[in-house]
């Protein structure tokens, strides 16, 4: 699987798993099968433009960031299969494409390996320009109505309600808990680094948690609300290429909750990394 389908297929899993619905229900509220949607998810595939955009819608999600890895997975492919075709033209064209590759197909070849880099760089890059308009639509965004369409089906909904409440929640993950699916955006920060983080809080769950992304390994966010501290930080490359989120805590409305990012390079003289100073803002939760 090249880089740029791998970035792709984590954060639709990522997505995937906010909805809280199975692979069933998922074919059931889209225009795509459940083989499909095992096929993206998985990195098998690469999915329609419009599969991508009705995950986003479902998990309640912008999607700007995922069209635009969709968008570096899409070139990448079609560049591939462009230099495939040239090869082949002695090849009649009503031949059927090959299957899909089984799940234990063998590791990408070398020259897949070698790309990986020019790929995660032009992700990161891309990924950031995206996070600039993002964040300057989010009011807006938030400011209008959640356009989640009914099901096309009168088959009952599988989303999964969250798995805690209040107390029960504390140093909980978000994901793991379905606190996620359907979160208040507190507030959005972009950092001197080009790193953005994110307050969120969940009235279903009675929690506020942080998240950051176009982040670089090292790099870790805090939130901290009543005493209580919860951090999370940038472990490894494909941590770098997702959402990273700090564990939930407690919060109920008017709460103030203090959201700080600690760059990798933050106290290194001379790293030569430009912003590696904490950064911290205030909000209320609401």
């Keep these: 699987m090249t880089p740029e389908r791998t970035q792709l297929a984590t954060a639709l899993r990522e997505l995937r798993a906010r909805t809280g619905l ?37 998990a309640g999600e912008p999607d700007g960031r995922c069209l635009a890895l969709w968008e570096i997975a899409e070139s990448a492919w079609s560049g591939r299969a462009t230099e495939a075709s040239e090869a082949a033209q002695a090849d009649p064209p009503s031949q059927a494409p090959p299957e899909v590759a089984p799940r234990d197909a063998p590791a990408e070849p070398p020259e897949a390996a070698r790309a990986g880099h020019r790929g995660v760089a032009a992700v990161a890059v891309l990924a950031s320009v995206c996070a600039v308009t993002v964040g300057g639509v989010a009011v807006a965004l938030l400011l209008l109505p959640r356009q989640n369409g009914e099901p096309r089906s009168s088959a009952p909904s599988a989303v999964q309600g969250p798995h805690c409440r209040g107390a ?119």
Excluded at 25 to 50: C, I, M, Q, V
Excluded at 169 to 187: K, L
Excluded at 197 to 218: F, I
Excluded at 262 to 271: D, E, F, L
Aim: hydrophobic share 35%; charged share 25%; aromatic share 8%.
């Design 22 to 58: 199975s692979m069933a229900a998922l074919a059931a509220k889209t225009a795509f099968s459940k083989s499909s949607w095992e096929r993206y998810l998985n990195g098998k595939t690469l999915p329609p433009r419009d599969a991508v955009e009705e995950l986003c819608r479902l």
């Design 168 to 286: 029960s929640c504390e140093g909980e993950s978000p994901m793991d808990m379905y606190c996620a699916a359907s979160p208040t955006t507190v507030a959005t920060r972009r950092t001197a680094t080009g790193a953005w983080m994110e307050l969120r809080y969940s009235e279903e769950c009675g929690t506020s948690w942080a998240r950051m992304w176009g982040a670089r390994v090292g790099d870790r966010i805090e939130l901290t609300a009543g005493g209580r501290v919860r951090g999370s930080e940038v472990g490894n490359e494909a941590d770098a290429d997702s959402f990273v989120y700090t564990a939930m805590t407690v919060t109920r409305p008017g709460t103030v909750v203090r959201t700080c990012f600690r760059p990798a390079a933050a106290g290194r003289p001379g790293s030569g990394r430009s912003g590696g100073r904490e950064e911290c803002f205030n909000s209320v939760s609401r």
